[in-house]
């Protein structure tokens, strides 16, 4: 370490994400700087990543080569002097990526920052990574901060599953409000080429979805106001590659989140509650959940779109969310997020453990595993509400026990709502797929113009829902709201936080 790096402060600051029975066990730890470079103004921030339960399939180690894998996106974040927390520029090569994996630079877009990498395992293969001394380039001159700061760093790590590019379809020509085809009432597979969609009857779609229907064009893009000429080239319609976290938000995510913000910004997004097992407390910074792995309930769509803003990340739309469900696969008549129509019966979940990260269901959920219905726990802190992320996932499971999306999604149908942008309204169709650049306004929202709700109050931030809605059914509601093509409520602009609003997002690799 160089004499005017002295005073640096090393943190560590790893998100703990369970999965199987022994945990995922994300962990990011030994964090060191070095390699300063005072003419580019650059230096490597080095740590070491291990999580479990990793995959990769039928992967040659190259790019989109496999079918099928799991990753974490990794940022970082720097403040100098003990002042507020900003995101970290980082550089488009230079990282160094130990044996056995790749980090990659997200495919330069739209974006003009680099938010953050994708390390996942460079060939096929399942179990646990452990990899020491990654290294990743900040370009701190880039972030105006000087050759001598005195510097703390934070890195954040988020599991995502890959979502493979090409064909899939969308609706089920049976459940509520379902996409369809103009004609009549099958599902639509988009493909490369051309075709309009509609939808069933909802309270909500705007009369051209539900009358005319909509042109989309998986590598094109969709007309937004008709069925004849492509007029948003970068609306995201699920065809092309991206990544999808693999969890709802956490409740520790969530502490994490606020603690990096300003107190302003944090006293904004932060619900003191105690209800339907929530349980982030304390002060900022110093939020703390006391079930770090459990689901974050009470989310409004504001809430998520800042979360997606300060990762680099964005909201899915809704033919993402059918296409991360559903993979390459059919579709099948009121299908679930495991690709049957076959469900668990509703009732209590028991929980075994206590809720540390370790605890188990016990009740046999392998005919459909889904948190739907209402319905009081038993065992560990009991009451209603969400779980620990993923926690139908064992060893034994199969996607059905586990509730597993063809790509090894969690819970998408059930524990909490989705918040997707709609096909169903002129805002939705409006949006470009553009990333969170990391930074927030100053009093804490996402400002992001073709995210939803941009235009509601004219104030130049997303203060609003408009363009977003809801997918996949939350622990209160019915198994019919859990359907993969669901879609009542789709685009239903809903501003409130409520205890069984979530959040998750995603990053396109194209
Ligand atoms: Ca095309
Ligand atoms: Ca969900
Ligand atoms: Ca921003």
């Known amino acids: ?64 080569s496999a079918d099928n894998w799991d ?13 507020n927390w900003h995101h970290c520029s980082l550089a488009t090569s230079g990282h160094i990526a130990p044996a056995g ?25 399942v179990g646990s990574n452990n990899w020491d001394n990654a290294k990743i380039v900040w370009e701190y001159g880039t972030d105006g901060v000087v050759d001598d700061a005195s510097i703390e760093i934070r890195i954040f790590g988020i599991e995502m599953c890959f979502i493979t590019p090409g064909d899939f379809c969308i609706g089920d020509t049976d459940s509520s409000g379902t996409l369809r085809q103009q004609e009549n009432i099958s599902y639509v597979q988009i493909t490369s080429s051309p075709v309009v969609v509609k939808c069933t009857d909802t309270n909500y779609d705007d009369a051209q979805l539900e009358g005319d229907g909509i042109l989309v064009d998986g590598d094109d893009g969709i007309d937004e106001d008709g069925i004849t000429t492509i007029s948003n080239s970068n609306y995201p319609t699920g065809y092309k590659a991206f990544y999808m976290m693999k969890y709802e938000i956490t409740q520790g995510q969530w502490a994490n989140f606020l603690n990096t913000l300003t107190s302003s910004q944090a006293t904004y997004h932060y619900y003191a509650s105690s209800n339907y097992r929530y349980t982030i407390g304390g002060a900022h910074p110093n939020y703390e959940a006391s079930r770090p792995d459990r689901n974050c309930n009470y989310l409004t769509v504001m809430d998520g779109m800042a979360f997606a803003d300060w990762a680099g990340l964005r909201p899915m ?32 979940l028991t929980i075994s453990g206590e809720e540390d990260g370790t605890e188990t269901i016990t009740t046999d959920v ?29 060893t034994s499971t199969d996607r059905k026990g586990s509730g597993a999306t063809f790509y090894g999604v969690m819970d998408m149908s059930g524990s909490l709502w989705e918040r997707t942008v709609t096909l169903g309204n002129l805002t939705g169709r409006g949006f470009q797929g553009t990333h969170g650049d990391g930074v927030l306004t100053s ?39 859990s359907r993969i093509s669901g879609r009542y409520n789709a685009s239903y602009a809903n501003t409130s936080n409520y205890e069984t609003y979530g959040f998750r997002a995603v990053r396109s690799w194209y």
């Open 317 to 348: 739309t809704e033919l993402e969310y059918e296409k991360a469900c559903r993979g390459i696969n059919g579709s099948i008549i009121g299908e679930y997020a495991w690709g049957t129509r076959d469900i668990r019966s509703d009732g209590s």
């Open 101 to 125: 994996s790749i980090i990659s630079n997200p495919p330069v877009g739209n974006d003009n920052r680099q938010t953050g990498v994708m390390m996942y395992r460079n060939s096929a293969g």
């Open 71 to 83: 990753s974490v996106w990794i940022f970082a974040k720097y403040r100098v002097e003990g002042g």
């Open 366 to 394: 392998s005919s459909g595993a889904c948190l739907y219905g209402n319905d009081e726990h038993s065992g560990g802190d009991g009451s209603r509400g969400p779980l620990r992320a993923g926690i139908f996932a064992k």
């Open 443 to 481: 009093d804490g929202f996402a400002d992001k113009a073709n995210w939803p709700g941009y235009a509601d109050n004219n104030d130049n931030k997303n203060s609003g829902a408009t363009g977003s809605g809801f997918r996949g059914g939350g622990w209160h509601n019915s198994e019919a709201d």
């Open 1 to 64: 370490m160089k004499q005017n790096y002295s005073r640096i402060i090393l943190m560590i600051f790893a998100i703990m994400m369970p999965f199987l029975l022994t945990a995922n066990n994300l962990k990011l730890e030994n964090f060191s700087l070095s390699e300063r470079n005072t003419t580019s103004h650059t230096i490597k921030i080095g740590f070491d990543v291990s999580w479990d339960n990793s995959f990769r399939e039928n992967g040659d180690g190259t790019e989109f």
